[in-house]
């Protein structure tokens, strides 16, 4: 079963403002990975993390790996209209090579 | 550069009826996946294959057969569906090697069993 706990489950943002989302587990990952998904599409990958403590930024996005390896955090700053999506964390367990648990998902909606 | 594609992208089937989606990479990517998205569940993984030939079980593969006779193909087979496997099917490949897990995802295929 799902082993990431994602929170949170949606947010309601107004354009221009930051939102912060998280993965925790109980599990220790080797890599971190976070996802996009427009609505009728396919995830897109946004940032890989693989060394605990790694900083990654993609444009507005920034990711962290958690110091103990059971957690990663995503922030988008200055949100706009475009962002609206459903994000997805993934992890890698050091036992599971090449597959990865997946949270359930951050919907997010801005308004202008 | 097509990537990674699917096929239908829509299908309605009757209950009992056997189903096939498709998955094609234009990558060479060693493993390729097979995962169904429904609503409260996420993503989970239904199959897996790490080379031609070499396919295993993820977590919900019960109802569901895959094969890989070729790297780039990797079709899923719904044997006699069944309105529980309702939902939308993605595939995704990814070249693990050294630090590389990301796994690259299809456009999806909405499959309604009625």
């Known amino acids: 079963g799902q082993q990431l706990n994602q929170s949170p489950q949606s947010m309601f943002i107004q354009e221009g403002e930051d939102v912060s989302m998280n993965c925790t587990s109980s599990?220790?990952?080797?890599?971190w990975l976070w996802y996009k998904q427009d609505p009728g599409e396919g995830p897109v990958l946004l940032i890989a993390l693989y060394k605990a403590g790694e900083l990654t930024s993609n444009g507005r996005l920034t990711a962290q790996f958690g110091i103990t390896r059971k957690d990663s955090f995503l922030n988008i700053s200055a949100s706009i209209p475009s962002d609206v999506g459903i994000y997805f964390c993934?992890?890698?367990?050091?036992?599971?090579?090449?597959?990865?648990?997946f949270g359930a998902g951050t919907q997010v909606v801005v308004t202008p | 550069d097509a990537g990674i594609t699917q096929s239908p992208r829509y299908k309605i089937t009757e209950t009992g009826r056997q189903v096939t989606l498709m998955c094609h990479q234009t990558?060479?990517?060693?493993?390729m996946f097979w995962y169904r998205q429904d609503l409260g569940h996420g993503l989970r993984l239904i199959y897996y294959s790490a080379a031609a030939d070499i396919t295993d079980k993820g977590e919900v593969p019960d109802g569901y057969v895959v094969s890989r006779s070729k790297t780039e193909n990797f079709p899923l087979t719904l044997e006699s569906a069944t309105r529980s496997q309702t939902s939308v099917y993605f595939c995704a490949s990814s070249e693990p090697g050294g630090r590389t897990y990301e796994q690259y995802f299809g456009p999806g295929t909405r499959l309604t069993v009625t």
């Open positions: 990558w060479s990517h060693s493993y």
């Open positions: 993934a992890g890698q367990l050091s036992d599971s090579w090449g597959k990865l648990q």
């Open positions: 599990s220790i990952f080797n890599t």
